[in-house]
């Protein structure tokens, strides 16, 4: 492996949209502490990431990894999907019975 291939960035976030073909809009929210007042503040930043078979939904908890550029600003790929949505959730319980 090249060592290009080793340092890969990851990130978790929520699926926010899904209108696009095999692409989806996922929104990243990481804590930092502001530099005089210490306060704890939230800060959220929107990705594009490719969803290569459109299993995403919206509300889903996703991992994103880096990848080369796949369009003018794509540059995340979906790399396993965390958690689904409450209401597939109760879905697959439900089967599962």
Request: with cysteine.
């Amino acid at each position: 492996m090249n060592e290009k291939q080793k340092k890969r960035n990851y990130k978790v976030g929520i699926v926010t949209g899904n209108r696009m073909k095999k692409t989806v809009t996922v929104e990243v929210e990481r804590l930092l502490q502001h530099p005089l007042y210490k306060k704890t503040l939230k800060r959220k930043k929107k990705y594009l990431a490719h969803d290569e078979y459109e299993k995403c939904k919206i509300g889903d908890k996703v991992r994103l990894v880096q990848t080369r550029p796949l369009s003018k600003n794509k540059r995340w790929r979906v790399h396993e999907i965390v958690d689904l949505t409450p209401a597939d959730k109760e879905k697959s319980i439900e089967e599962k019975k």
